[in-house]
């Protein structure tokens, strides 16, 4: 994402509103259609401007969309061990890659390799990432909330 906000700032973001607003939709199609809490963080950092005033423009925009889920859970689809730790979270809490867990409050989707491969089955939770995955290392992100 810094070479996208380096991009976008080179070409007048923040202060062209249509640049910041071009930033945000390419933000957003790289994550799945919409846009994260910890996105906004970030460009805001490194814009250095307001969250709040990221959040007003997006309401603002039809477009732009912010995710409602509080939280992403983001897994290789390529780490040769994660077949069946992915298996169990889509069966385990009912969802599939692009979508949304509402009971446990998570977006799910699985994401080419995350260049961990060594340390899989490789995982990120809210952007942070994990080595050496396991059912129980998920179940205390999730926090044990299942969707059946
Ligand atoms: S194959 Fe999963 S991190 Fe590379």
């Known amino acids: 994402m810094n070479a996208l906000i ?11 509103q249509q640049m ?3 930033l945000l939709r390419e ?7 919409v846009l994260t809490q910890t996105a906004l963080r970030t460009i805001a950092q490194a814009l250095s401007i307001r969250e709040n005033m990221l959040s007003a423009l ?3 925009v039809p477009s732009l969309r912010m995710d409602t889920a509080p939280h992403l ?14 298996a169990w979270v889509e069966s385990t809490w009912n969802v599939q890659s692009g ?5 446990a409050g998570f977006r799910y989707r699985t994401v080419p ?6 340390f899989g089955p490789s995982v990120k939770w809210d952007g942070q990432l994990y080595s050496h995955t396991t059912k129980e290392m ?11």
């Open 6 to 16: 380096d991009y976008y700032r080179s070409q007048g973001a923040p202060q062209d």
């Open 99 to 103: 979508g949304v867990c509402e009971k």
């Open 58 to 60: 997006i309401r603002r």
């Open 20 to 22: 910041l607003i071009a």
């Open 73 to 86: 859970l983001e897994m290789c689809q390529t780490c040769p061990k994660g077949r069946e730790l992915r």
């Open 113 to 118: 390799c995350m260049k961990n491969c060594r």
């Open 27 to 33: 933000v957003q199609e790289q994550n799945g259609g």
């Open 138 to 148: 998920l179940e205390q992100l999730i926090g044990g909330k299942t969707n059946g």
